[in-house]
Nanobody
Framework: VQLQESGPGLVKPSQTLSLTCTVS??????????WSWIRQPPGKGLEWMGA???????YYSPSLKSRTTISRDTSKNQFTLQLSSVTPEDTAVYYC?????????????????WGQGTQVTVSS
């Protein structure tokens, strides 16, 4: 399984951050697979943001739920993250990751596969 994040590296405050994770090697609809977004702000630990299951069910971190939307395009084997009303505190490296159960923590070893990560900076 390979995952690759893509999207703009610079977003202005109050705008919406949009990232796409392109998956290869397996279908995102494969039973019991979960596809997560995780971020790591500078100098801080990993933070799980949310996930979309192979069924299409979506799960969000309570702390980010009001600003986060995760969706998918099965025809392109991609899933996406939208984070609205961003502030400089949303500056981080954003990762997509795959697991075989719903994981709401963010330990690297809990996930089977990771993308390489993409830096997103929120600044005017």
């Amino acid at each position: 399984v390979q995952l690759q994040e893509s999207g703009p590296g610079l977003v202005k405050p109050s705008q919406t951050l949009s990232l796409t994770c392109t998956v290869s090697g397996v279908s995102i609809t494969t039973y019991y697979y979960y596809w997560s977004w995780i971020r790591q702000p500078p100098g801080k630990g990993l933070e799980w943001m949310g996930a979309i299951a192979s069924s299409g069910s979506v799960y969000y971190s309570p702390s980010l739920k009001s600003r986060t939307t995760i969706s998918r395009d099965t025809s392109k084997n991609q899933f996406t993250l939208q984070l609205s009303s961003v502030t400089p505190e949303d500056t981080a490296v954003y990762y997509c990751a795959q697991s075989t159960r719903l994981i709401t923590t963010a330990r690297r070893t809990d996930f089977s596969s990771w993308g390489q990560g993409t830096q997103v900076t929120v600044s005017s």
